[in-house]
């Protein structure tokens, strides 16, 4: 129970006395004379003045009484019982009980109370406790104190209790460890963001909670709010920051600028500043500043309700806001660093890859180790002068900036060597010169590179290629009747860059339909498992493929060795189409409206291509969803590209202020934004998401339904 239990011997009743009226019962329970205590007047005056303290006070107490313990209880007793209350007064405290009776830290405390007659201290004990909302026992903390009760002639007749419920203390205590925990797991603002708003949410029970940040323009929040449907798919996505000028009068912003915590007990705080129904409803807040070396923010708690902010509750908040503050500080500091490792390695990149007329072409870099470090993997594709397609890939050692600034090197040098002289060999050698040469300046030998080269003739669809020590490429080739092959080019692996060795050029056909992947040694090698093992799960994921289309074949191939891997990833892909594309683009401004302006013009250029219906109301969908995702978590304008093939059609939309990837997550149908990727996965053929030097690109593909003779939509304009 959450008071006292146990049975000791009724003490007779003593002589009536001339006492006060004693207090009523509280509400709903029997009467007095319905009770082992039987009529006030008949009471011994000790029991009087006992029984009216009890009832006087707003402090939880219990009175155990005689010989079957009758309990006697105040109003505040009654709200700790829940439904157990009113049947529960006058009753023995072994009915009343009966599911902790034997519980330790019951009945054994009170039996050794009234046999001793010392008082106890109970600290912090669980108990099973019927809540009166739900009807259902739970387990409760309880902090309890026992002293023995006697009459007039100092016998004892019973035992008083006072209880006090300590479990939301305890909750809360307890969910600073669970912040702490979680908080060490975060690296970006956004996963700091996410986990203190969950948690605030939670260990406050609160109406609404905000989390701010200044980024050098002004202020960005994020909020939640009771009730949000939020599944899986939407705690993964980046959270929906709104921005806020430097000067607003909201109370996050002022407490994040002064520094200075603000508490409002009852009133609207936020009604000059709200944004919608649940910022005017809310009547009491607590605002608390976050403050280190790099970052000023606030964190905000409200509720619909006054609420009165306790000593206790407001050094709980001053603590949370504390462990949040040194999360961002670490999440700040590795955003800057992340995001500088990241820019030097993509800047070193083509931000645009060759365009000719049949030949499609797509690359895909991820970073290894913690993406915290610039590499060396490379890639690269470009018009030669006589009107070849020269395609390059290659893995300097290392992933620091020593790496990316030899790997950026040897890419200048290798495009200037292939303009004077495309011939792979030729190249090679040239670049080995170089690469000896860097080592000789550095007084090292370690500098290590592979580079895997090739030389497209688009009119003889023939394919040149030499290689300095790196895996060789995958031809994927379909037939006609048969299944699709993907096999490996038999090109000599030559030696890597910088050991002057020799590499030899071997010339393959690249027909119409066919697609060539080059790739870095991390998309095949994992720990504990052998090369040749991850070169046949990347063939048979290539020759599995939907589609010859590069960018998909470039998902796939990332994600065709299962496990995770500490090296860069890079992967090119060419395919040589059957005919030549149509492309459109739209530049889409960051407003409410841009979605259905997406919508009309994807369906007007369909339509115009003469697209089947089936496909159209799929990609209208799909590239409406994608627009509002960008638009939503990236805030900054996007493009959409629309490029049309005999078999398939491939959107895209790019932003510039989203960070990584997007994760393929499990959706439900309530998911209030997860649910346009689930949408996707379901209609498209394949998906995915391309970082970029500035932002990310999330595509699909749908693949055209044959009509067993040549669409109009194949027809080049």
Same mark, same amino acid.
């Given at each position: 129970m959450p008071g006292a239990v146990g049975r000791i011997p009724a003490a007779p009743p003593a002589p009536p006395a001339a006492v006060a009226a004693v207090v009523g019962p509280p509400a709903g329970a029997r009467a007095w004379h319905d009770t082992p205590l039987g009529p006030p007047e008949q009471w011994d005056p000790a029991l009087h003045a006992v029984v009216d303290l009890l009832l006087s006070s707003p402090v939880p107490m219990a009175l155990g009484y005689g010989t079957e313990l009758a309990l006697i209880y105040n109003d505040g007793y009654a709200e700790l019982i829940g439904t157990k209350h009113p049947t529960a007064f006058g009753r023995p405290l072994a009915e009343v009980f009966a599911e902790g009776w034997h519980e330790p830290g019951m009945g054994d405390v009170i039996e050794r109370v009234l046999?001793?007659?010392?008082?106890?201290l109970q600290k912090e004990v669980l108990l099973p406790l019927v809540r009166a909302e739900s009807g259902l026992v739970e387990q409760a903390v309880f902090t309890r104190g026992y002293s023995a009760v006697r009459d007039s002639h100092g016998q004892v007749i019973g035992m008083l209790t006072v209880t006090a419920e300590t479990t939301q203390v305890t909750r809360r205590l307890q969910s600073l460890s669970e912040l702490t925990s979680a908080l060490s797991g975060t690296l970006t603002l956004d996963d700091v963001a996410r986990v203190t708003l969950r948690n605030a949410a939670a260990s406050f029970d609160a109406d609404q909670v905000a989390f701010g940040v200044d980024d050098g323009a002004g202020w960005r929040v994020v909020r939640r709010v009771r009730g949000e449907l939020l599944d899986e798919a939407d705690e993964r996505l980046p959270p929906l920051w709104r921005r806020f000028p430097a000067d607003s009068p909201a109370p996050l912003i002022v407490t994040a600028g002064s520094g200075t915590p603000a508490y409002h007990a009852d009133g609207q705080p936020l009604l000059d500043t709200a944004l919608?129904?649940?910022?005017?409803?809310?009547?009491?807040?607590?605002?608390?500043?976050?403050?280190?070396?790099?970052?000023?923010?606030?964190?905000?708690?409200?509720?619909?309700?006054?609420?009165?902010?306790?000593?206790?509750?407001?050094?709980?908040?001053?603590?949370? @806001?504390?462990?949040?503050?040194?999360?961002?500080?670490?999440?700040?500091?590795?955003?800057?660093?992340?995001?500088?490792?990241?820019?030097?390695?993509?800047?070193?990149?083509?931000?645009?890859?060759?365009?000719?007329?049949?030949?499609?072409?797509?690359?895909?870099?991820?970073?290894?180790?913690?993406?915290?470090?610039?590499?060396?993997?490379?890639?690269?594709?470009? @018009?030669?002068?006589?009107?070849?397609?020269?395609?390059?890939?290659?893995?300097?050692?290392? *992933?620091?900036?020593?790496?990316?600034?030899?790997?950026?090197?040897?890419?200048?040098?290798?495009?200037?060597?292939?303009?004077?002289d495309p011939d792979p060999a030729v190249v090679l050698h040239g670049?080995?010169?170089?690469?000896?040469?860097?080592?000789?300046?550095?007084?090292?030998?370690?500098?290590?590179?592979?580079?895997?080269?090739?030389?497209?003739?688009?009119?003889? +669809?023939?394919?040149?290629v030499a290689s300095a020590g790196h895996p060789a490429p995958v031809l994927r080739r379909p037939t006609a009747d048969g299944p699709v092959s993907a096999r490996f080019v038999e090109v000599p692996p030559g030696v890597p860059l910088g050991l002057d060795g020799v590499r030899v050029a071997v010339t393959v056909d690249f027909r119409p339909g066919d697609t060539l992947l080059l790739y870095s040694d991390g998309v095949v090698e994992r720990r504990r498992q052998g090369l040749s093992a991850g070169l046949a799960a990347l063939a048979e994921a290539v020759a599995g493929a939907p589609s010859g289309d590069p960018r998909a074949l470039c998902a796939v191939a990332t994600g065709a060795v299962p496990g995770a891997t500490e090296d860069d990833v890079a992967v090119l892909a060419v395919e040589h189409a059957t005919a030549p594309s149509r492309s459109a683009g739209l530049e889409v401004p960051a407003e409410p409206t841009a979605p259905g302006r997406v919508r009309h013009w994807? @369906?007007?250029?369909?339509?115009?291509?003469?697209?089947?219906?089936?496909?159209? +109301?799929?990609?209208?969908?799909?590239?409406?969803?994608?627009?509002?995702?960008?638009?939503? *978590?990236? +805030?900054?304008?996007?493009?959409?590209?629309?490029?049309?093939?005999?078999?398939?059609?491939?959107?895209?939309?790019?932003?510039?202020?989203?960070?990584?990837?997007?994760?393929?997550?499990?959706?439900?149908?309530?998911?209030?934004?997860?649910?346009?990727?689930?949408?996707?996965?379901?209609?498209?053929?394949?998906? +995915?998401?391309?970082?970029?030097?500035?932002?990310?690109?999330?595509?699909?593909?749908?693949?055209?339904?044959?009509?067993?003779?040549?669409?109009?939509?194949?027809?080049?304009?």
């Open positions: 046999r001793t007659g010392q008082p106890q919608d129904r649940h910022d005017q409803k809310i009547r009491a807040l607590a605002a608390l500043p976050i403050r280190t070396p790099s970052t000023r923010g606030a964190l905000t708690v409200g509720y619909q309700r006054p609420h009165d902010w306790s000593p206790a509750e407001r050094a709980l908040l001053a603590a949370s @806001t504390e462990l949040v503050a040194q999360a961002a500080e670490r999440a700040r500091r590795f955003e800057t660093q992340h995001g500088m490792s990241q820019l030097l390695q993509r800047s070193m990149l083509p931000e645009h890859l060759a365009d000719l007329p049949r030949m499609r072409i797509a690359a895909r870099y991820e970073p290894g180790v913690d993406g915290n470090a610039a590499g060396g993997d490379f890639y690269d594709s470009f @018009t030669l002068p006589g009107g070849q397609l020269a395609v390059v890939l290659g893995d300097v050692a290392g *992933h620091d900036v020593q790496a990316a600034a030899l790997m950026g090197q040897v890419r200048a040098a290798l495009r200037a060597l292939a303009l004077t670049l080995d010169r170089l690469v000896q040469s860097l080592g000789a300046e550095a007084h090292s030998d370690e500098l290590f590179v592979t580079v895997v080269y090739g030389v497209v003739e688009p009119e003889t +669809g023939q394919l040149t994807l @369906t007007a250029q369909l339509n115009a291509w003469q697209v089947p219906e089936a496909v159209i +109301g799929s990609a209208v969908l799909c590239t409406s969803e994608l627009t509002t995702n960008a638009l939503l *978590h990236a +805030g900054t304008a996007a493009r959409v590209e629309i490029d049309l093939s005999p078999e398939r059609l491939l959107v895209s939309v790019a932003d510039s202020g989203t960070r990584g990837t997007v994760t393929r997550t499990r959706t439900e149908a309530l998911s209030s934004r997860g649910r346009g990727l689930g949408l996707i996965e379901q209609l498209s053929d394949a998906w +995915g998401t391309d970082p970029t030097v500035r932002g990310s690109t999330v595509w699909f593909e749908m693949l055209i339904p044959s009509t067993g003779a040549e669409s109009n939509a194949t027809r080049p304009d």
